[in-house]
């Protein structure tokens, strides 16, 4: 007999367990709908959007793994991870990307009248972002922005700026582009700024809005070759990441999952 699949405590719809990990079992407009409810009612919350690369990390990291662990929600941000919840026959229904997020959600709060704080990003370009999508969908309320400077986490001041920042906006939904595990970190520290609050934690997003990298045409995001692009625009610093590390992960994913999925894993 099957067992029923497990559930979200939170949202009440259904989670797949993936390398230690649970990711709620939503396509992009679905979430979308989730959070915005929540935050129209005042619950906030911390969203992690794991990639294969993050995955490893957490495989390799114990520390790492509390960290993704501590976060509220969990979507699968790869499709090598949305194929591997096929193989193992517990399928997710998409990938949720946060690069997607930085789209979906601004549109989505600015027709529910909610805020949004762009926290991270390089220069000015939180401030870019904010205007692009603003421009895109009148009525979104940016209600602040702020990058802190190059090696911010050593310093305690920086800290209270932000969290002194935040609480004065009082935004519904925080967005913060910083590579991981940097954001995250930053995000567990800071989020009582705006408990009510979603916070989000998207990497490079701001530079993609902004035009500052382009992002991989949308073939290649639906059929999960994004990181060759990836790897073509900066390879000294992605090529051993994906070729190195996370290509031989991947398939050791796939491994466990088809082990899962034969009853002997």
Not at 29 to 48: K, M, S, T, Y
Not at 240 to 265: E, K, N, Q
Request: glycine share 10%; proline share 7%; hydrophobic share 40%.
């Amino acid at each position: 007999m099957t067992a029923p699949p497990r559930t979200s405590d939170r949202f009440g719809v259904p989670v797949v367990e993936l390398h230690g990990l649970t990711f709620l079992n939503v396509d992009e407009p679905h979430f979308v709908e989730l959070l915005v409810d929540e935050a129209r009612a005042g619950r906030g919350g911390w969203v992690i959007t794991p990639n294969t690369d993050i995955v490893r990390l957490c495989a390799a990291d114990p520390e790492i793994l509390a960290l993704v662990r501590e976060a509220d929600v969990r979507v699968a941000d790869g499709m090598p991870l949305v194929w591997a919840s096929h193989v193992q026959r517990t399928p997710l229904r998409g990938r949720v990307c946060g690069s997607d997020l930085i789209h979906s959600i601004p549109e989505a709060a600015a027709r529910a009248g909610l805020s949004l704080y762009m926290l991270g990003g390089k220069d000015d370009t939180g401030e870019q972002t904010g205007r692009i999508l603003t421009a895109r969908s009148p009525g979104l309320r940016i209600v602040g922005t702020y990058s802190p400077p190059f090696g911010f986490e050593k310093d305690p001041a920086q800290f209270q700026i932000m969290v002194e920042r935040i609480e004065q906006a009082r935004p519904d939904i925080v967005f913060v582009a910083l590579s991981f595990p940097k954001g995250e970190r930053l995000i567990q520290q800071i989020r009582h700024a705006a408990p009510s609050a979603w916070w989000i934690g998207v990497g490079a997003a701001f530079d993609f809005v902004s035009g500052d990298i382009k992002r991989a045409p949308e073939w290649m995001q639906d059929t999960g070759t994004e990181w060759l692009y990836r790897i073509s625009q900066d390879p000294k610093r992605l090529a051993r990441r994906y070729l190195v590390h996370d290509l031989p992960f991947a398939a050791s994913l796939f491994g466990r999952s088809l082990r899962r999925r034969l009853g002997r894993g």
